[in-house]
């Protein structure tokens, strides 16, 4: 109520699947209803409305269109006139893009007025009655973004449109089986008439079967059939494209130009633009099958437009468009540092990575190793000053091992990173990382720093530039292990481009946009409470508390960031005077970014990461190996898998960029994930392996394809995205990986504990695997009367690959000893022991 008090409505039930909610306002003035549906905010809730005098002559409006909506969906709100007297009653509704209004006369003292906002952000509603602003005018609704993507609205016929009473439907989950049996997950979505469809792109002619699932089982009368006509599938060369934005444009202008997939069938949209600058493009659904695009770029020059259509380019495509006008007062500022390779390391001695990770406190940071053989072990991490940490470790064999750094039981931003112990190898600019915070916000006169991890690429040249509205102060602290720190101040705010280069050519994920804030003021104020970071699932919802702490009166949001990189809106709800709600629900497995801000700046801590699953999606813990990754020929296919085992569930996403266009598919196996492609032209291949959110050790991986074919213009990518499933099996995890080829007939054993034993007497006999390869020593012991009551194992560290092995029996009579190397017995295992 306008007073800030809460009352409860009762609400009565009709028994038809609808209530009747029922209130007696006691103030005049603005209300909210709050509707819940399992503790979950029913869709357009709250619902805002004005209460007045009976008679009061006065017009008022209620409706979710004066409050929310989304693009391209018709938002909607009702004026009431009734005894207002006579007088003039005028709309209008300012915003982003131009809206039509209509206005329906209920010939009951109410009008309905709809809309259809085009772009998303704030419209500001004016309703005026006799030339004065009604009660609560002008009102401010906030349009959240819609799809952008034309896919094929299956579910208009009986076959596939489902009546469904809930609203909710989070519950179900969908899948789409081809002719040729390929099943693949489809997206679930509630139709204009209430009934349930899926969206999915056609690429075969014949039937299809559609799965939905509650909770694992079938709902009634699934699957469903679907029958695809050829004049469905997408069809890029009947795309037409045209308008003056594909011929020329200006800077700092909006340019603009047709797509018109009327006649191509069913398939996604997607464009890109390259150039001296960032052109934000946006593509507005005429809803006949054409869209108008338009973007904006900054700088004057030649910039490369791709348009693709059910992941073809259209005719046409790459577009080459000259942009005129002015360029704008972005400076830039760059410094260039040489590189020495670093020492390398052997087994036994001391290794070190130096990370500087602001914002954490050494009492919650942990860090881990593991070895190329699997084995896990615990890092030394030591606080140096001012969030400098040294992970230190003694490594017991040759070859790439990953380190773990964590702070709260989550990877710290480039964590796991591949250390090298031996020589390296194969070295680059996509073996060089960077990191941290300065990659992702700041603010204006703040230091914003990361961490640059040059180790794996060798000796080089490390270019940094930072350009925007500002010269930046850039320093650079270079630390001698491998590790590099990077700091930079600017002047004012805006987005600012960071680039790293390696031999001239962009790192891993290079260039970065940073978005630099003005003086947060009193966004330092706010702060967050009953904040769970653990113990999220899938599907429930997720909230928690923001205090204002008596900040002034601003604009409060939220978004989250998921681990295949989706953003969405936050839910944000008064509770209180100056205390807000924040919902969301959480879809998938894995790490997630929740940013919160005050007035357009972050609060501080903000982005929060929650982990979401009871099995942490852990990257760390997924391997690569196969010779796609490293090598392979024109027209044959290339492997390479991608073992999570033991990595919990989230989304791996694997991308893979070259000189053509290949067919990426992916199939699951007993470890994890088999991917082949095909490539058509020769040249570098780049394989990017992300697990939630995350590059693995060793991603991007550099593939050298030799052959012949026409390698294409510019550089062509495919994705694969899989929502995974947990793997637990232990021993599958070693089954494939190269670093695990051994032979068990090379491994030698000797002692005196091999042919006799004596009763309560330590007895001892040595192994020896040094040129066995790598594997896993299983060793055991039985008697007459069952296992022996002692047997230790132990590394000699000063010896690599041997092992010292002791056991004590206390029962006279003769033992089996049996000593494998991975599944195999060694020579002379089974071993017969003698007690006397």
């Known amino acids: ?133 009604i009660s609560g005018s002008p009102f401010t609704a906030k349009i959240q973004p819609g799809e952008i993507k034309r896919r094929a609205q299956i579910g208009r016929s009986s076959e596939v449109s489902l009546k469904v009473t809930e609203t909710d439907i989070n519950s179900l989950t969908a899948s789409i089986r081809s002719p040729s049996g390929q099943e693949e997950p489809c997206i679930l979505k509630r139709l204009p008439n209430g009934h349930l469809g899926i969206s999915f792109t056609p690429r075969e002619t014949g039937e299809h079967l559609v799965n939905v699932y509650r909770d694992g089982m079938h709902i009634a009368n699934s699957p469903f059939k679907i029958t695809v006509r050829e004049s469905e599938l997408g069809n890029a060369s009947k795309v037409k494209v045209y308008g003056k934005g594909l011929e020329r444009a200006m800077a700092n202008e909006v340019n603009e130009f047709i797509v018109d997939t009327r006649d191509a069938g069913y398939g996604g949209l997607s464009l890109s633009i390259e150039g001296p600058s960032k052109a934000d493009i946006e593509c507005h659904d005429n809803e006949d099958g054409t869209c108008r695009v338009t973007y904006r770029p900054t700088e004057p020059g030649n910039y490369i437009i791709n348009i693709k259509f059910a992941d073809e380019h259209v005719p046409g495509s790459h577009f080459s468009v000259k942009v005129g006008g002015e360029p704008s007062s972005r400076v830039t500022e760059r410094i260039t540092r040489h590189k020495e390779a670093a020492d390398i390391t052997h087994i036994g001695s001391q290794c070190e990575l130096s990370l500087k990770i602001p914002g954490t406190s050494p009492f919650d940071m942990t860090a881990s190793v593991t070895s190329p053989s699997g084995v896990t072990e615990l890092c030394d991490v030591v606080a140096l000053d001012d969030c400098h940490y040294s992970i230190k470790f003694v490594p017991k064999e040759m070859g790439p091992h990953t380190v773990s750094v964590k702070h709260k039981d989550m990877h710290i931003p480039g964590s796991p990173f591949e250390f090298t112990v031996g020589p390296l190898t194969g070295g680059g600019a996509h073996k060089v990382h960077a990191a941290g915070p300065g990659l992702e916000k700041g603010e204006v006169g703040n230091q914003c720093e990361f961490n640059i991890y040059t180790r794996e690429g060798g000796a080089g040249g490390l270019s940094i530039a ?48 940073v978005p630099i804030t003005p003086s947060i003021g009193d966004a330092r104020k706010v702060s967050v409470s009953a904040f769970q970071q653990k113990g999220l699932s899938v599907g429930k919802p997720c909230a928690f508390v923001v205090n204002y702490n008596g900040a002034r009166k601003g604009v409060l949001r939220a978004k989250v960031t998921t681990p295949s990189g989706l953003e969405e809106e936050c839910l944000v709800q008064e509770i209180d005077d100056g205390e807000y709600a924040v919902r969301f629900i959480p879809h998938e497995n894995g790490p997630h970014l929740v940013d919160v801000t005050f007035d357009g700046c972050q609060i501080p801590e903000s982005p929060f990461r929650i982990q979401v699953g009871a099995v942490h999606a852990d990257p760390g813990m997924v391997q690569a190996y196969g010779d796609g990754l490293k090598t392979g020929k024109t027209g044959q296919v290339c492997k390479f898998f991608v073992n999570t085992v033991n990595a919990g569930s989230g989304a791996l996403a694997v991308t893979v960029e070259g000189p053509s266009k290949v067919k990426l598919e992916c199939k699951e196996c007993d470890e994890g994930y088999e991917f082949t492609y095909t490539p058509t032209a020769p040249g570098d291949y780049y394989i990017t392996i992300k697990y939630a959110g995350t590059h693995i050790v060793g991603s991007p991986y550099k593939a050298k394809i030799e052959g012949q074919g026409q390698a294409s213009v510019y550089q062509e990518q495919a994705s694969v995205v899989v929502e995974t499933v947990t793997k637990t099996s232990i021993m599958s995890k070693f089954a494939g990986l190269q670093a695990f080829q051994s032979d068990a007939s090379k491994v030698t054993a000797e002692g005196h504990g091999l042919k006799k034993a004596f009763r309560n007497k330590q007895t001892a006999f040595t192994v020896d695997t040094s040129r066995a390869g790598n594997n896993i020593l299983l060793i055991g012991m039985i008697g007459p009367k069952g296992p022996c009551e002692e047997l230790t194992v132990k590394h000699s560290p000063s010896a690599p690959n041997q092992y010292k092995i002791t056991y004590i029996v206390k029962e006279r009579g003769n033992y089996m000893l049996s000593v494998k190397w991975g599944e195999e017995h060694i020579p002379g295992s089974p071993y017969c022991i003698v007690c006397e």
């Open 466 to 513: 930072v350009e925007g509205p500002s010269k930046a102060e850039i320093d650079f602290e270079d630390r001698k292990d491998g590790t590099c720190g990077v700091s930079y101040v600017v002047t004012e705010p805006g987005e600012y481009t960071i680039s790293v280069k390696f031999n001239d050519e962009h790192i891993a994920d290079s260039p970065f946009r």
């Open 1 to 133: 109520m306008p007073s800030g008090k809460k009352a409860y409505p009762k609400i009565e039930d009709n028994r038809d699947g609808t209530v009747t909610i029922r209130y007696q306002p006691t103030e005049t003035g603005l209300h909210e209803l709050h509707l819940n549906y399992n503790n979950q905010p029913i869709k357009g809730s709250p619902y805002l409305f004005h209460v007045d005098a009976v008679n009061s002559g006065y017009v008022t409006a209620y409706g979710p269109g004066l409050s929310h909506g989304v693009v391209n969906e018709p938002s909607e709100f009702t004026i009431v006139t009734k005894d207002a007297g006579a007088g003039g009653l005028s709309l209008a509704i300012e915003g982003p893009s131009k809206t039509e209004i209509k206005c329906r006369d209920n010939e009951d003292g109410t009008c309905t007025v709809s809309y259809i906002p085009t772009a998303p952000g704030e419209y500001k509603i004016t309703v005026k009655f006799s030339d004065k602003h």
